[in-house]
């Protein structure tokens, strides 16, 4: 998103309009108007005036310059500020076709004053007119990209507000205890200036440091679960990794073929198991080559096995281990289906008949459920709140630290605190953070 523009509109003197449902052939689109024109907007293409607020109403859709028919649908007007966005806002349900949602763009794009949207433009301006805070807007762009159950359950409490409340509760605290040292420094010259006490002030300290430890609890794994949990197929070349992935991926991801080195670079595909999100990395076969494709391509294996959150490691069932195991990697032996002698305590699959699939799945969800305790609890699930976290903690144990005769320098720390905090709902200059995180959201957002 265009900021500079943005910033420019401050209470969208413009008004602007996207397709905020799916583009292409579907039963039903929605189209969404906001501004100060947008009841106008409403009008030209129903000839009607007025319309219920948050009520839905049946109309005809025509082209106000030619007045050709458009479509019939349902028309939703909000008024402001009980909108999404704060300010005047309608939406046009109307059949999903292409030629239709074309067709009411081309009418909307032509009437005075309008303009389409920009990605996150609708966002940007419910954040410009306090209907979301930053935090919110990121968890709606993670519950957009949400495609799991755990990711959307995440997702929905951060957009719903849970980690700002939270913030909110804490920065509440910081500011008490820096109007309480503020009133020291400001009444120290009074007679009776010892009545106000540090000790009060420390306490609401400490228990912010305390509730800020809490809530980064989990923070890792919560990053994780917005992630996904990475899971590296490894092995000889023509043990079956690509047969594997695409056994578990149920669609043709990875080429399948008898000759060596096929695959080189890593192929990712990601696949949702017992509601956790799990990404699957065909990593090229691991051997000496001179070729230096394939080279750089062995090169690219060990080192995702090596980041990724597990390696499996393939080899044939039956037969010799070419090379060692990477240390903590599961080993799955493959092609059990060719009847070769199998260890009963060993993990064994078949791509071909699908054996030993679920067994694998299950290994998989439940080393995902692992890394990602705690993850579902914790509300940190971006790196951006987690360091403003990490800062305000500092920078209150910094406080803490401080003596009876360093008070200016606890109320500094405590102001940085009150700073960082308010950098995760926006209250401060975050420029350089804005434009990343409405250019996530897509245009009808």
Known sequence: MNLNRANALPSGRDTIFALASGAGRAAIAVIRISGPSAAAGLAALTGKRAFGARQATLRALSDPQSGER???????????????????????????????????????????????????????RAFLNGKLDL?????????????????????????????????????AQVIDAMSELEAQIDFS?????????LKSAREKIAAAAAEIRLTLTGAIGAARLREGFEVAVTGPPNV????????????????????????????????????LPITLIDTAGLRETQDPIEKEGVARARRRAAE???A????????????????????VLTKADLGAALDPAALAVSAKTGAGLDALLALLAAAARQRFQGAEASLVAHERHRAALVDTLAALERAL?????????????????????????????????????FARLCVGK
């Open 240 to 275: 079956g990794k690509s047969s594997l992935v695409n056994s578990l991926a149920k669609r043709e991801i990875a080429i399948v073929s008898p000759l060596p080195g096929t695959t080189r670079d890593a192929i990712e595909v990601f696949v949702e198991v017992d509601g």
């Open 189 to 197: 010259d009074v007679e009776d200036a010892e009545a106000f006490s």
């Open 70 to 124: 458009l479509d019939r649908g349902l028309v939703l007007w909000f008024p402001h500020p009980k909108s999404f966005t704060g300010e005047d806002m309608g939406e046009l349900h109307v059949t999903g076709g292409r030629a239709v949602t074309a067709g009411l763009l081309r009418a909307l794009a032509r009437l005075p004053g309008f303009r389409p949207a920009e990605p996150g433009e609708f966002a940007w």
């Open 312 to 331: 499996l490691w393939l080899q044939e069932a039956g037969g010799a281990a070419s090379e060692t195991p990477p240390k903590g990697a599961l080993v």
């Open 401 to 437: 630290e401080q003596g009876q005769s360093e008070i200016e320098l606890i109320a500094e720390d405590l102001r940085l605190a009150e700073r960082a905090l308010s950098r995760i709902a926006g209250r401060v200059d975050v420029e350089e953070v804005l434009s990343g995180i």
């Open 308 to 310: 990724a959150d597990l």
């Open 135 to 171: 935090a919110e807007v990121e968890g709606l762009a993670d519950l957009v990209d949400a495609e799991t159950a755990a990711q959307r359950r995440q997702a929905l409490r951060i957009a719903g507000g849970e980690l700002s409340r939270r913030v909110e509760a804490i920065r």
